[in-house]
């Protein structure tokens, strides 16, 4: 189902409810476009949005060589997902919807296991507009790679040169920025034996279903875990 049909419905429901589109009696056209404004605003982001990137994320799995795992054949409430080794790592996408501060919250979830011995620690987020003018008016100059600093801020490092020499590796933090889509926030962290990547998406869309653009962003954690790797 094509995102588009949201805001075909939400117009359809305005020109109802003023009258646009004649119907037998004012008060059944304003009921119609009552129930469509209902539809697109309450469930479509319940009902249709969320498993929008199913099929997608099916090929997704197909190509990878990992298996899928949609709504419907799990126990109730698990989110669709795929799975499975690839390049020698085991990962696991899948998404979650949350409610923060009155806010609506849907996130795609990549994890990715990652040997971690040393119990190294690294967290970073997409840089915002508010963060980019910060940084310029304290001088910070990040890690030293520029195309992972015009995009990311480290928010923790353990030891405190670990995102530094991470970044180190070569085509690293240009494969990195190239994960960057829009204004989407994106949180990425080491958490033991896993390496955790977060994106943030609007309800009404669904998660990320571009096929290219979710191999980017696991070719791009799979050379980060490793990064990791070899620093150990």
């Known amino acids: 189902m094509d995102r588009r049909i949201f805001w075909l419905l939400l117009a359809l429901s305005f020109l109802f409810l003023c009258g646009f589109i004649p119907l ?14 209902i539809l697109a605003v309450v469930g479509w982001p319940i009902f249709v949005g969320p498993p929008l990137h199913e099929k997608n994320w099916r090929i997704l799995a197909d190509r990878l060589g990992l298996t899928f795992q949609p709504r419907h054949s799990q126990a109730k409430g698990t989110p669709t997902s795929v799975a499975g080794t690839y390049l020698d790592h085991q990962i ?3 998404t979650h919807h949350t409610r923060r501060h009155q806010t609506n919250i849907f996130e795609l979830i990549l994890t990715v296991g990652v040997h971690n011995p040393s119990d190294y620690i690294f967290g970073c987020r997409k840089l915002g507009k508010i963060d980019m003018g910060v940084q310029r008016g304290l001088g910070r100059t990040g890690t030293g790679d520029a195309d992972f600093d015009q995009y990311f801020m480290v928010t923790n490092a353990h030891p405190e040169d670990f995102a530094t020499n991470l970044m180190r590796t070569p085509g690293l933090g240009q494969q990195l920025s190239r994960i960057v889509k829009g204004n989407r926030p994106i949180f990425i962290s080491l958490q033991n034996e896993q390496l955790i990547y977060r994106e943030q998406h609007g309800l009404f869309g669904g998660a990320e279903a571009d096929i290219d653009r979710l191999i980017v962003i696991i070719e791009a954690m799979l050379a980060l875990a490793e990064a990791v790797e070899a620093q150990q």
């Open 92 to 94: 696991h996408l899948t």
């Open 24 to 37: 037998p009696g004012q008060r059944t056209g304003q009921i119609v476009g009552l129930l469509l404004f």
